[in-house]
């Protein structure tokens, strides 16, 4: 399950990346695997999304999001 | 003032630095910019106690060392060159206290560079709102150095803040968060030694990032990129394993220092303001209802300053005719310098107007759900959610929008953004369509309610969005970037703006353009003024001759004084240029006189109207356009016989308006917001080739 495929409202533990690059960047986010993520909303156009992580939230696009596996 | 301390502000965005910034210095701080960047560098001077004064230094906001932007590689430049004039000898680092486990990477990864250090645990009273409950001692006895908590937007803890500042210690005495060898074991000892450098973190910054450290030697940098290649470095995955023994430490540290009472499922205020404010519907509505405001406030607040500032100009400047000796001398000062710098002063309304809202928007933390719920749409043409806001203060003018462009993060997103806003119909365009609408387009209704004129109108402001969009996506396609496109970024919380902040903000915005653009503009317009009011000596001799002989009894004072600025502007150096550029302007329907009036509009473009009006030696005191109009619709080509001011011709002028760059102050602040004169040189040449072209094209269809 990928974050990108979850509905507002639902949530899940981070398991890991597929990208490099990006994984450096989320993490220095705070997004770091045996995290819980929490999606709160969708942009009114559906793209970004907005997610709670380690207290805060941020913003994504959804292709960025698609890197981030659920456990 | 001299500094016993240099002290940089290191932390996360949204953190409060600049805040606690604005807190230290109070008014006592000077905008610069980094070198070789637009970045806002702002340093001040704080009064720690009657006998300390330090120099305070606010970096910009990063998440971490690693950096994503040119903003946020100046932190790690600034404090990784112990000869620059920006390293610190202490670093205050600034961490919310709310969001403390992201705030510690950054400040782990600075304090492994071993410069002296203090944490300013800021916003203290909103984690204990948020049920958080920190143990200052335990942090400060776990990372090794002194936390002092502040709020600093309720000005507690400052005097102890500026104690801490006063006592801290010249030896770094932070505990290390990491083994930074086993990282990349071997190398890091390798580049350490070789380039005699006694901290390990800084050797690894050396093998991340040689290429973009301006202080250390090309043979260094190969040597590195050598060293790389022995121990086979890679340097996204080392950051990976470095990110990751950084979080080990700080939960560790965390779990002995913090609580969290209450459980994550209750709602936050801030999460129902977003269900408004983020919503599908009421989001758009609310968004475009503020931006409506926005734009209404620069035009029509700006209007009665703005008059006030004209009025003073030509006061001053009757005066100045008045009692100062006739001469060469009196007329630069008064007709080039003080009209120059009328021009630049005129633009003090709307840029403190603009940057006031900005301010606001930023504060309070609703910028970033623009970005959120533009970025689609933004994206698609390569521009940011943020380019939303210059472009529509485009409509009122060009230069303070291009300004507020700096709020966009991505280099590539703010160079299109500038690149485009001057494209947008701005309201010095609207006297130049009015004048010639009201020449060429019947006052006639259509389908009963529109008005064929105002439809006219709404058509020139269309093109301009949709003129702004292509051009954008075309040079999205072009402008190579290395930066990728991320837009991973945090929501913050809203807040009540700071009104001092707000304050601050706009003065420092006029000022920047008063005294940086402002050179360039007040030049320029000598220069133009120069070339509107003087030609060769020998014609103006002659025409001074044939207006003051009484062979032009059958005309008042005022006609003849009129008939000779006419005769004077046509065989000025700008009636010259205008009659050289004539063959190249033909094609597209302009005689030379409006060539004179598109030279001169380069000071602003309204500046048509009244070039019109001294050309066809109307009074330019009369305010109504009627009279200008009436001359100009009589008006004949000599040769032909012909109107000058067909249908054609006047569409083509009126989209040579739309599309041509004939604004300096815009060119200037485009080279102070670039730093570079590559990019309004850009500008200026493919928005007069557009303006050409399209002319050229509606002149041709519609002959």
Redesign the interface.
């Known amino acids: 399950m990928r974050l990108s495929q979850l509905e507002p409202g639902q949530s899940g533990v981070i398991k890991e990346f597929t990208d490099?690059?990006m994984?450096?960047?989320?993490?220095?986010?705070?997004c770091?695997?045996g995290e819980s993520i929490?999606v709160?909303?969708f942009?009114?156009?559906?793209?970004?999304m907005?997610i709670?992580v380690?207290?805060?939230?941020?913003?994504?696009?959804k292709l960025?999001a698609s890197t981030i596996i659920l456990q | 003032m001299n500094s016993d301390l240099k002290v940089a502000l290191v932390g996360n965005p949204n953190s409060g630095k600049s805040t606690l910034f604005n807190v230290l210095t109070g008014l006592n701080q000077k905008i610069g910019n980094f070198p070789g960047v637009t970045v806002d560098k702002k340093t001040g001077f704080s009064k720690l106690s009657d006998s300390t004064i330090a120099q305070i230094i606010d970096l910009p906001g990063t998440y971490s060392i690693y950096p994503k932007s040119h903003d946020e590689r100046i932190v790690l430049n600034t404090l990784a060159d112990k000869n620059n004039s920006g390293y610190p000898d202490l670093i205050v680092f600034v961490a919310d206290a709310t969001n403390l486990k992201r705030n510690l990477l950054l400040y782990t990864q600075v304090a492994d560079l071993k410069i002296p250090i203090i944490i300013a645990l800021n916003m203290m009273d909103m984690a204990k709102r948020a049920g958080i409950e920190i143990s200052v001692d335990k942090l400060a006895e776990k990372l090794g150095v002194q936390v002092v908590p502040i709020s600093a937007r309720k000005l507690e803890g400052i005097d102890q803040l500026k104690q801490a500042i006063t006592f801290a210690g010249k030896i770094p005495l932070q505990a290390d968060a990491i083994e930074i060898e086993s990282i990349a074991p071997g190398l890091v000892e390798k580049i350490g030694s070789e380039m005699q450098l006694d901290n390990a973190y800084m050797a690894l910054q050396f093998a991340h990032h040689h290429e973009h450290f301006h202080f250390i030697t090309e043979h260094h940098s190969d040597r590195i990129e050598e060293i790389e290649q022995e121990f086979s470095f890679h340097s996204q995955k080392a950051q990976a394993t470095e990110t990751i023994a950084r979080y080990n430490f700080i939960n560790e540290v965390l779990s002995d220092s913090v609580k969290v009472k209450i459980d994550g499922k209750q709602e936050t205020i801030s999460n129902r303001i977003d269900k408004v404010l983020t919503h599908k519907v009421f989001g758009f509505l609310i968004f475009f209802a503020i931006l409506f405001l926005i734009f209404q406030s620069i035009f029509a607040w700006s209007q009665y300053p703005q008059s006030l500032i004209e009025e003073l100009f030509i006061w001053v400047a009757k005066l100045g005719h008045l009692y100062l000796p006739t001469g060469v001398l009196t007329d630069l000062l008064i007709d080039g310098v003080l009209a120059g710098l009328s021009g630049v002063l005129i633009f003090i309304p709307q840029i403190a107007i603009l940057f006031a809202f900005i301010s606001i928007l930023e504060d309070t933390g609703y910028m970033s759900r623009v970005t959120f719920m533009m970025d689609k749409i933004m994206s698609k043409v390569g521009l940011s959610g943020k380019s939303v806001i210059p472009m529509i203060g485009g409509f009122a003018c060009a230069v303070p929008s291009i300004m507020s462009a700096r709020t966009i993060e991505s280099w590539k997103d703010r160079i299109i953004t500038i690149m485009v806003t001057p494209l947008i119909a701005c309201s010095a365009r609207l006297p130049v369509y009015a004048l010639l609408i009201s020449l060429v387009v019947p006052d006639k209704r259509v389908l009963g309610v529109l008005n064929l004129q105002g439809l006219t109108l709404m058509a020139l402001y269309v093109l301009s969005i949709v003129s702004a969009i292509i051009v954008a996506w075309v040079m999205k396609k072009i402008i190579r970037s290395r930066e990728r496109g991320y837009f991973i970024m945090e929501l913050p919380v809203y807040r009540m703006p700071r009104w001092n902040n707000v304050g601050l903000t706009m003065f420092q915005k006029v000022k920047a353009f008063v005294f940086e653009a402002g050179k360039v503009i007040i030049a320029v317009s000598v220069v133009l003024w120069v070339l509107a009011s003087y030609g060769p000596p020998q014609k103006f001799r002659e025409i001074d001759q044939k207006f003051t002989y009484n062979a032009n009894k059958q005309y008042s004072h005022a006609q003849v004084d009129r008939l000779k600025a006419s005769a004077k502007l046509e065989n000025s150096f700008a009636g010259i240029l205008g009659k050289s550029i004539e063959p190249a302007i033909k094609p597209l329907g302009f005689d030379w006189k409006i060539g004179i009036a598109l030279i001169t509009s380069f000071a602003a473009r309204e500046v048509f109207v009244g070039t019109m009006a001294t050309i066809y030696s109307v009074d330019s005191d009369d305010t109504n356009l009627g009279s200008v109009r009436d001359k100009m619709q009589s008006a004949r080509n000599p040769k032909t016989g012909l109107p000058v001011f067909t249908t054609a011709a006047a569409f083509s002028l009126m989209i040579f308006y739309a599309f041509a760059m004939q604004c300096m102050s815009t060119l200037a602040v485009v080279y102070r917001e670039t730093q570079h004169w590559k990019w309004p040189a850009i500008q200026f040449v493919y928005m007069t080739a557009l303006a050409y072209f399209a002319s050229l094209l509606v002149y041709q269809l519609l002959k």
């Open positions: 490099l690059e994984s450096v960047k989320l993490m220095e986010m705070g770091l695997p929490v709160e909303r942009a009114p156009l559906g793209d970004p907005a709670t380690s207290g805060y939230q941020l913003s994504l696009r960025e």
